[in-house]
């Protein structure tokens, strides 16, 4: 049995983790940029994924200066957004469903622990059908520090009512990755758009490369128990 990942409660990131959205915002965020005269090329990117908006606005004055209007790239990024969104919809990751199911099965708790702000989060998790199956939801405008402090996964342990050692974590982010191993819990790697760094192997129980893996790993769990 792998008692690393003894767990009682689940606790999920929502973008590029539970549902497919990251390649959306990346087009909507570089189209964004590229209408305010600047460049947000995939390095870049990376380093805003997971990020609240706080902390993306931080890491975008810097990269583009003063004289850089945030309101002007916020209202463009949101209609091409929503460009994006009316042609594509929002689907979920490939066995986000059967994982669901599962635990629905096992009876295990579950959260969804988001960086987004609580309106978009709701707004989204409905369009991908999965609103009603996550009794709880933390969002980036909830807690005072954004991933990679641990608060959002802390809170959420809180409101699950289970220890942050028994929460297993799954994230597409290396600043979620750190976020949950900061606040002692486990987690668990599905990468996105962004593949993991050496620092964040370290700190994964484990990197699997889609939910239909973390199904098989937790039905192996069980079958151990």
């Known amino acids: 049995?792998?008692?690393?990942?003894?767990?009682?409660?689940?606790?999920?990131?929502?973008?590029?983790?539970?549902?497919?959205?990251?390649?959306?915002?990346?087009?909507?965020?570089?189209?964004?940029?590229?209408?305010?005269?600047?460049?947000?090329?995939?390095?870049?990117?990376?380093?805003?994924?997971?990020?609240?908006?706080?902390?993306?606005?931080e890491i975008l004055q810097t990269a583009f200066g003063a004289g850089f209007s945030l309101a002007a790239f916020?209202?463009?990024?949101?209609a091409r957004w929503e460009a994006r969104l009316a042609e594509t919809g929002i689907t979920l990751k490939?066995?986000?469903?059967?994982?669901?199911?599962?635990?629905?099965?096992?009876g295990t708790p579950r959260a969804v622990a988001t960086s987004s702000f609580r309106e978009s989060?709701?707004?989204?998790?409905?369009l991908a059908g999965v609103l009603d199956r996550f009794p709880h939801l933390v969002?980036?405008?909830?807690?005072?520090r954004g991933k990679p402090?641990?608060?959002?996964?802390?809170?959420a342990a809180e409101v699950l009512g289970v220890a942050p050692a028994g929460c297993l974590v799954l994230e597409d982010?290396?600043?979620?990755?750190?976020?949950?191993?900061?606040?002692?819990?486990?987690?668990?790697?599905?990468?996105?758009?962004?593949?993991?760094?050496?620092?964040?192997?370290?700190?994964a129980h484990r990197i699997l490369p889609s939910l239909h893996h973390v199904l098989a790993l937790l039905v192996e769990t069980n079958a151990d128990r």
């Open 1 to 57: 049995m792998d008692r690393e990942l003894a767990f009682g409660a689940v606790i999920f990131d929502m973008d590029g983790l539970l549902i497919d959205t990251e390649a959306i915002a990346r087009f909507a965020w570089q189209q964004a940029a590229a209408d305010c005269g600047v460049d947000l090329d995939d390095a870049l990117f990376a380093k805003l994924v997971g990020r609240t908006r706080h902390d993306s606005n």
């Open 74 to 78: 916020r209202a463009r990024c949101a």
């Open 94 to 106: 490939p066995g986000a469903r059967e994982l669901l199911d599962h635990l629905d099965t096992e």
């Open 121 to 126: 989060a709701l707004r989204s998790l409905a």
């Open 139 to 144: 969002t980036g405008d909830q807690v005072e």
């Open 149 to 155: 402090a641990p608060d959002i996964f802390l809170r």
């Open 173 to 203: 982010s290396l600043y979620g990755i750190m976020a949950a191993h900061a606040a002692g819990m486990v987690p668990v790697m599905v990468p996105d758009l962004v593949e993991p760094t050496e620092e964040v192997a370290r700190l």
